[in-house]
């Protein structure tokens, strides 16, 4: 099977490369990026190919692409893959605007190919195990949730409003609002969002948000999304849930597979990540999606419904009010 990524702007771009480079009978074919400079880099990292026309990049026998652009690209680069007849991975947010989102799966839907968003939370082995026990009544009915998804300062175009959309509540809510709805199988209603630029200077885009949010259920839900790790802290960030159910309070920390180590050549401690790989398991499901010809299991519709929540989240910062969450 050939796999393409189109741009490396993203970082999550090199890990999706290396689990490609993992998976058997699956080769990382080719690499487009509108710089040049930093397409080359990968293809030299990742023993690829760097091919500089898009078109000929899109015609090259792939059967399919992983879009890492800016969030702003994704439109038009699901377009013309979509348009190429390639099954499609894109990196979240699946754009920055609701019409955007639309319009993508819309493509996608009239060419034949599947779309999917890039949420690995699904594929962390305690979120599975979380799954597993909601759905089995372990908790009863759920009441309330309280969530975090901190981390460091990507830097760069992700505080540019024009390139990302937004800064860390789009950046990092996306996320939650996507487990939350895989967890529960409820849909959002409403929320109220504060958020600002608190942390650093020079940003012109939120570094934090908290956010309050209601469930067709009636399940109530607090979160925080920032960008509040020091460039000192052991890695990137966290997620963390606790569950608050009829019959009990589950704690989640999705990332506490690790190691720590206190190294004199970062001069810092580090966590060493020893566990289970999400991203493995999102890039192993979208490849069965391309060999069975079918929607990945994380969907272009999770992404519209995960970006309508930031995006009401925006409105609601604006306003200094609750707004409620439409769906499209």
């Not at 699946?94 to 190919?113: F, L, N, P, Q, S």
């Not at 901190?150 to 175009?157: D, E, I, L, S, T």
Request: aromatic share 8%; proline share 3%.
């Amino acid at each position: 099977m050939r796999v393409g990524i189109m741009s490396f702007a993203h970082m999550h771009a090199f890990a999706y490369a290396d689990c490609l480079r993992r998976l058997p009978d699956v080769q990382l074919a080719a690499i487009w990026d509108d710089d040049p400079t930093r397409g080359t880099d990968a293809a030299k990292q990742f023993d690829s190919k760097f091919i500089e026309d898009q078109s000929a990049f899109l015609n090259s026998e792939l059967d399919a692409v992983i879009i890492t652009s800016e969030n702003i690209k994704h439109r038009a680069m699901v377009e013309a893959a979509a348009a190429a007849g390639l099954w499609i991975l894109c990196e979240k947010p699946i754009a920055t605007t609701i019409e955007d989102a639309k319009a993508m799966i819309a493509a996608c839907d009239a060419a034949g190919v599947g779309l999917g968003t890039a949420f690995p939370c699904r594929y962390i082995p305690s979120m599975m195990d979380v799954k597993k026990r909601i759905d089995a009544g372990e908790l009863g009915e759920i009441y309330a949730c309280s969530c975090t998804n901190n981390g460091q300062f990507p830097g760069g175009w992700f505080a540019d409003p024009a390139l990302a959309g937004g800064g860390a509540t789009m950046d990092h809510t996306v996320h939650i609002a996507d487990a939350l709805r895989w967890l529960l199988g409820q849909e959002f209603t409403r929320v109220y969002c504060e958020n600002g630029n608190l942390l650093r200077d020079g940003i012109d885009t939120d570094d934090v948000g908290s956010l309050h949010l209601e469930m067709d259920g009636g399940t109530m839900v607090s979160h925080v999304a920032s960008w509040n790790r020091p460039a000192s802290f052991p890695t990137w960030g966290d997620v963390t849930m606790e569950i608050i159910g009829e019959k009990g309070v589950l704690a989640v920390d999705a990332f506490n597979q690790k190691i720590d180590v206190y190294s004199d050549e970062a001069v810092k401690a580090e966590w060493a990540n020893w566990g289970d790989d999400c991203n493995l398991g999102l890039v192993a499901d979208f490849v069965d999606a391309i060999a069975n010809k079918r929607t990945p299991n994380v969907s272009g519709l999770d992404g519209l419904r995960a970006l309508e929540v930031t995006t009401a989240a925006y409105v609601s910062a604006q306003r200094h009010q609750s707004v409620p969450i439409e769906q499209n």
